[in-house]
């Protein structure tokens, strides 16, 4: 009935938000845990980090140069928390232990014994340390159960774009990677734009058969053609670089550019084409004047789509730009080597990852309002 809406649409809308949630989610959780610190990451979930969580630190006392020999018992007394090597002041202690296999064995103010030490920790972090031997020079560990505030962190971020220290410097394949994508993106749309307005309204023999050709290339696999084309670009000298690559991402965009464009033009009003041609127009003004202003929303989405596989690609990357000294490593294969290398650092992966995608949603975000309009001009008539 008029005015009501059917179960379908209501299933429509729950997918759409369920959608939304699904993606949403990941990508603040990777935003919340480029902030955080190594413990807190191990520790707890990015969706409590605004709650203190409990955690257990590994101190040390201090070393024998501290030490002082009482009735033949060396004695230290310091504070854990504040001293060199300590966390900060401001940590509400909960139990402690010396032995990591039970860091909870004795409540904060009682007194540990082990081989001959024994050591008391106080609420607020100072202790005394007992040993009938001199203490090492490093001290003693002591694990300790403590409530530990909210913390978030830009050093993970200055680790990743300013350290300079190899594996974790992305800073340098972070500009590698745009002059990769900004190249790649636009060639293919100049190329795609000019061979779309032929096959769209310039009259020739063989136009039909080559617009059934640029859609059975949209079929083609990437996988079938790399190593060919790495043989051709071998072979006629280009190598493996920024041009290889450039043209490797533009021959394998143009199909569905050209496919996407002749779509929106053909559907195009003729009139204002024809009465351009009357007016003694040529094709490159009615090209450059009328075709491309009216065919923007459909570059734009052509663009995203480009931009976004350009930005993400590995595959392409790893044939056409090999470099063993790392001068031309791009975002993607840095991060690939952050995994293998890094390990359970899942704080350094974090922000890395969040860098890698924080370019391509600003693309999308600021061009999204062509996308749909771009892709469905032209499918119906």
Same mark, same amino acid.
């Given at each position: 009935m008029a005015g009501q809406k059917s179960g379908l649409m209501w299933a429509v809308h729950i997918s759409v938000v369920a959608l939304v949630l699904l993606w949403i989610f990941p990508t603040v959780g990777l935003l919340v845990s480029s902030f955080?610190?190594?413990? @807190?990451?191990?520790?707890?979930?990015?969706?409590?980090?605004?709650?203190?969580?409990? @955690?257990?630190? @590994?101190?040390?006392?201090?070393?024998?140069?501290?030490?002082?020999?009482?009735?033949?018992?060396?004695?230290?007394?310091?504070?854990?928390?504040?001293?060199?090597?300590g966390p900060g002041a401001g940590l509400e202690l909960r139990s402690f232990g010396t032995s990591a296999r039970n860091p909870s064995a004795y409540a904060i103010g009682e007194t540990g014994e082990d081989n001959g030490e024994t050591i008391t920790v106080n609420p607020d972090g100072s202790y005394v340390y007992t040993s009938v031997e001199e203490p090492s020079s490093s001290g003693s560990r002591v694990f300790v159960n403590a409530v530990i505030p909210p913390e978030f962190t830009t050093q993970n971020y200055d680790t990743i774009l300013f350290s300079g220290r190899g594996q974790d410097n992305m800073s340098r394949a972070f500009f590698n990677t745009l002059t990769v994508t900004i190249p790649a993106t636009i060639i293919p749309i100049v190329v795609a734009a000019f061979a779309a307005y032929a096959l769209a309204w310039m009259e020739f023999p063989g136009r039909a058969l080559l617009v059934a050709l640029v859609v059975a290339m949209l079929v083609v696999p990437l996988q079938l053609a790399l190593i060919p084309l790495l043989r051709l670009h071998l072979g006629i000298g280009i190598g493996k670089g920024y041009l290889g690559v450039w043209l490797a991402h533009t021959a394998f965009g143009m199909p569905l550019a050209i496919y996407l464009l002749r779509n929106y033009m053909v559907g195009l009003p003729r009139d204002i084409i024809e009465n351009a041609k009357v007016d003694g127009a040529t094709d490159f003004q009615i090209f450059t004047r009328i075709i491309l202003p009216l065919s923007f929303p459909a570059l734009a989405s052509f663009a995203i789509f480009q931009f976004l596989w350009t930005w993400n690609d590995l595959l392409v990357a790893s044939v056409f730009l090999i470099d063993a000294s790392g001068q031309t490593t791009v975002m993607t294969r840095q991060i690939v080597e952050l995994l293998g290398t890094r390990g359970g650092n899942w704080e350094i992966l974090a922000t890395a990852a969040f860098v890698s995608i924080a370019v391509p949603l600003a693309v999308f975000f600021a061009m999204q309002r062509y996308l749909v309009r771009g892709i469905l001009a032209g499918s119906v008539k």
């Open positions: 955080r610190t190594a413990d @807190q990451i191990s520790n707890s979930g990015w969706w409590a980090s605004l709650t203190a969580t409990e @955690q257990t630190i @590994q101190l040390r006392t201090a070393g024998a140069e501290a030490a002082e020999l009482v009735d033949g018992v060396y004695v230290i007394e310091g504070n854990l928390l504040t001293d060199d090597r």
